[in-house]
């Protein structure tokens, strides 16, 4: 019985092994990559949090028109020849509240602007997030695309190398033709060892970024480097005046949603709010109201005094006990009015320069959002100029590729027939590994761009 346990629990050891390899295993895509890297990202995290925060804040200014709620107790004592010696007060309910309008409506559209801020601040590192992530990304696929590229490249020059040193020793190649195809193995093999360094480099980072650990295994969508979408194929093939001529339009798109442009013009209704709400002191009175419920009792009421003869002691003694009557007795207040505060129209009341330093702010708003606005433009037609580039980069090279690769084939026909010597052949392989390579970093070139215009827009125009 105790083998058949320890089979069973060595199969599920095994199996659980198996299922975690799997899922270390498991293919990551572009949009995986993203929910994973936002999830696990602190500084998104936080600014959610601070979303509900003001949401919270929010919340709170309206707590201000609930007036406040509660109930009293006191017992007070004094010395009195006559009446009582003092008396038990019961407030089963008191409540107060006052309020300015003028300074509760502006600090409340001033609890709704911090809010947009902090939703459009969350906006934009989640922006930031899944720009670095998609960088990140096409980063390590374009590095084992070095990496395999590199890789091909060694071995078709080792192989080369093995052939000349052959001929080499019996006569058939100069010992220039072996150094030279040693160099260039060598050089080759270095260029491995770098590219397999950049290709680890990437891994690290794109794990850190996601919240893994620097070492996890990473499998990519090798895929995600094609351009198979007809958007894609779309923007490769326009020309360069049509893709500049979408700038007017993508320039209007980023002045409505790029959430840095929407902070400031918020910032600046803020600073216009919080100096409107110093300014109410003065412009506006301050209502209250206040009242309360409850019992008073005296403390030994005296109804027995003596006033000088029968008739006065009578009626003094009569009218205090109606006055003063034993027992508790319940009552009730309320009072209405309003203040004015007058005195902050003074120069050296605080209120004036509170009110001067929230204008200050706003200008200031103004200034930066003329500047914001400028770097918009540029960036907008500096990542339209990058897409260009890298589109007629992608054109040229899948051409170059074609080419590269028949000057391959025809050199490797004339070398074995003897009708061109080592270096050519060196060379159009070469020749083929640099266009692989530029064709790669060019599909990287257009992703990135529309990734950043994506950024500089604020919102999702190009799709992955």
């Not at 709704?112 to 989640?126: A, F, H, M, S």
């Not at 996890?216 to 895929?223: F, H, I, M, T």
């Not at 110093?278 to 309360?292: A, K, Q, R």
């Not at 009569?318 to 319940?330: I, R, T």
Request: hydrophobic share 40%; with cysteine; net charge neutral.
């Amino acid at each position: 019985m105790k083998g058949v346990y320890n089979k069973i629990l060595f199969s599920l050891v095994i199996m659980m092994i198996c299922s975690f390899s799997l899922a270390a295993d498991e293919r990551i895509s572009l949009n995986d990559a993203i929910s994973i890297s936002l999830e696990n990202n602190n500084r998104y995290k936080t600014a959610k949090e601070k979303v509900n925060e003001k949401s919270l804040k929010v919340h709170e200014v309206w707590g201000e028109l609930w007036p406040e709620l509660g109930s009293a107790a006191s017992a007070t004592r004094w010395e009195a020849d006559r009446g009582s010696n003092g008396q038990y007060n019961l407030q089963l309910i008191k409540g107060s509240l006052a309020v300015n309008p003028g300074a509760f409506y502006y600090r409340l559209q001033s609890a709704r602007e911090e809010k947009i801020i902090t939703v459009n601040d969350e906006r934009r590192i989640k922006a930031d997030t899944t720009m670095n992530a998609i960088q990140l990304y096409y980063r390590l696929l374009l590095a084992r695309e070095g990496v395999k590229l590199r890789s091909d490249s060694v071995k078709a020059l080792e192989e080369n190398l093995r052939v000349v040193e052959a001929g080499y020793k019996n006569g058939s190649f100069t010992r220039l033709a072996f150094l030279r195809a040693g160099v260039a193995a060598a050089n080759e093999n270095t260029r491995l060892i770098n590219a397999r360094k950049e290709s680890e480099a990437a891994k690290a980072a794109f794990n850190l970024h996601l919240g893994r650990e620097i070492d996890a295994p990473l499998v990519l969508d090798g895929n995600a480097l094609q351009l198979e979408s007809s958007d894609d194929k779309s923007v490769i093939s326009m020309k360069e005046d049509d893709l500049m001529g979408h700038y007017g339009e993508l320039v209007a798109i980023a002045l409505k949603n790029r959430p840095e442009l929407i902070q400031i013009s918020h910032k600046k209704s803020l600073s216009d709010d919080k100096a409107m709400e110093s300014e109410s002191v003065y412009l506006w009175p301050s209502f209250f109201v206040n009242g309360s419920y409850g019992s008073t009792k005296l403390i030994n009421p005296k109804g027995d005094g003596e006033y000088g003869n029968e008739l006065a002691n009578s009626i003094i003694n009569g009218l205090n006990n109606e006055l003063n009557p034993p027992g508790w007795n319940k009552n009730w207040n309320i009072s209405l009015g309003a203040t004015y505060r007058w005195g902050a129209l003074s120069p050296a009341d605080s209120s004036g320069p509170r009110s001067g330093q929230f204008k200050s702010l706003s200008k200031q708003a103004d200034l930066e959002m003329e500047d914001f606005v400028r770097s918009i433009r540029f960036e907008i037609q500096d990542g339209l100029l990058s897409l260009e580039s890298a589109s007629h980069s992608i054109l040229s090279q899948r051409g170059n590729i074609k080419s590269a690769e028949e000057s391959l084939r025809v050199a490797v026909l004339q070398f074995k027939n003897g009708m061109i010597d080592n270096t050519e052949l060196l060379n159009a392989n070469v020749e083929l590994s640099n266009a692989k390579t530029m064709y790669v970093q060019s599909l990287y070139e257009f992703q990135i761009s529309k990734a950043r215009l994506n950024r500089a827009l604020g919102s999702d125009y190009f799709r992955f």
